[in-house]
């Protein structure tokens, strides 16, 4: 049986510990390749280019590991789309995985988050899809506490399939004295950012901004994705995109004046 | 009785047509105050911008309306989140509202849209939020027919309120010999971006990509966006941000080897 064929990108940037060590994982159980962005590309959501040109060039940063790589100058869902279209052409993958994010991407922060934009933008073009965060934000974390829960959750998928339209939100507690206690199946927590602006002045006088702020989780839920990894569980959230709130149709109907004479 | 407070941002820039008439319109149910990226933003979608500084300056533009505005560096939910923080500090907007866009963000392109990822970061902010989008890609588009429709359904929701953590996603059809038929309240289409890359030398004979593509619609209901801006029907999808695949949590649970001794 051939090997199955696994697509990786991500956020950080193609030169992040993160992806190699995501690499590292899937050259144990499938053949690898590797388009990623050129530089971080975090927060970037769902940002696609439309407006631009995009590079798109082979590089021997994975040579060591007998792996292919391109590196794009663009989002992390330009980088899938020009992997399906442009590097994969007719070969078309069995799994495809981003990260692993320097940084948790919980409740919300799925919307921002660059590493998931890729793991949806796989899941909208068809394909079994997982994003893969470890919740320390340092550039040289320690990921070794994650990688044997990596591959577990990339073979489960690839022997279970997921659900048409469905990608994976994993999220990986930061290394810990006391061992991983385990896998949660989760729904994302209804927690949020609360901002804040850090202003300053530039070394000719005018302002500007740092986003920055706290993350408050107000959902006292233990079915949540922030419960999991708080209680040093793996989080597992399977995420979808349609963006429709059912619950509100009807109640639009109810409520407003649909008066056509306007 | 107090005028509504608006909050006004877009994704096309501050300079673009559809702001001013989204402006125009608002000004005639309430006070309003802009914030909006300071140049096009388009497909950004949710992206935010945490690795580097945001740029916000107050802008004559709008004088002629007696509008205070402000341009800002940023994504437009960077813009959301300044306007908040920065500009309007302890006053709370009555409505938040994004566009108009030039262009169509029906079915699974409010995942991509700048323009709904201002409304929906509203959303999230707790303020009720519209994005508007026209069907008309044309920088000169006539947005004359839609500004009625715009002004109604932003009554209707400055009057009965929304769901909490909902935000509208209206599309107007473009202008046309007939009147638009009404409106109706729809889910997002299973409809999907066939992309196509355009590769081309520049002038150093270096390859570079333009995305391109094809908007694919296979969802043949007729409760969609896509079904109703097709037939002439202003479309309102109200959207939510819980990515959560309910129905995949229990399908995994049954499904996995969660065996743990990894």
Redesign the interface.
Same mark, same amino acid.
């Given at each position: 049986m051939p090997k199955p064929l696994i697509l990786v990108s991500n956020d950080d940037g193609i030169t992040s510990k993160g992806i190699r060590v995501l690499i590292e994982a899937m050259c144990q159980i499938g053949e690898v390749i590797v388009v990623a962005p050129d530089s971080?590309q975090?927060?970037?959501? /769902?940002?696609?280019?439309?407006?631009n040109? #995009?590079?798109?060039i082979e590089t021997d940063i994975f040579n060591d590991l007998g792996v292919i790589a391109y590196k794009c100058s663009g989002t992390p869902?330009?980088c899938v789309?020009?992997a @399906? =279209?442009?590097v994969l052409k007719d070969r078309v993958p069995d799994l495809v995985v981003s990260g692993v994010n320097h940084g948790s991407n919980l409740a919300?922060s799925?919307?921002?988050s660059g590493t998931m934009?890729a793991a949806?933008e796989g899941a909208?073009e068809g394909f079994p899809s997982i994003g893969y965060s470890l919740a320390d934000f340092s550039l040289k974390a320690d990921f070794s506490h994650a990688i044997? /829960?990596i591959? =577990?959750i990339a073979k489960?998928v690839l022997e279970?399939g #997921?659900?048409k $339209?469905?990608a994976l $939100?994993v999220n990986i507690p930061p290394k810990q004295n006391q061992k991983? &206690?385990? *896998?949660k199946?989760?729904? +994302?927590a @209804?927690a =949020?950012w609360q %901002? %804040?602006?850090d +202003?300053?002045k530039d070394p000719y006088g &005018?302002?500007?901004?740092?986003?920055a702020g706290n993350f408050v989780n107000n959902d006292k839920g233990e079915d949540t994705d922030v419960w999991a990894v708080d209680h040093n569980y793996v989080s597992?959230?399977?995420? +979808?995109?349609?963006?429709?709130?059912?619950?509100? *149709?009807a +109640?639009? $109907?109810d409520?407003?004046?649909?008066m056509?004479n306007?």
């Open positions: 971080p975090s927060g970037m959501g /769902h940002a696609i280019t439309i407006g040109t #995009l590079r798109l869902a330009d789309k020009l @399906k =279209h442009y919300i799925v919307l921002y934009s949806i909208i044997d /829960h591959v =577990h489960e279970k #997921l659900a $339209n469905v $939100n991983i &206690r385990g *896998i199946v989760c729904r +994302q @209804k =949020h %901002e %804040e602006f +202003q300053r &005018r302002p500007y901004f740092w986003l597992v959230v399977p995420c +979808q995109y349609d963006m429709t709130a059912y619950h509100s *149709i +109640q639009i $109907n409520d407003w004046d649909f056509t306007v």
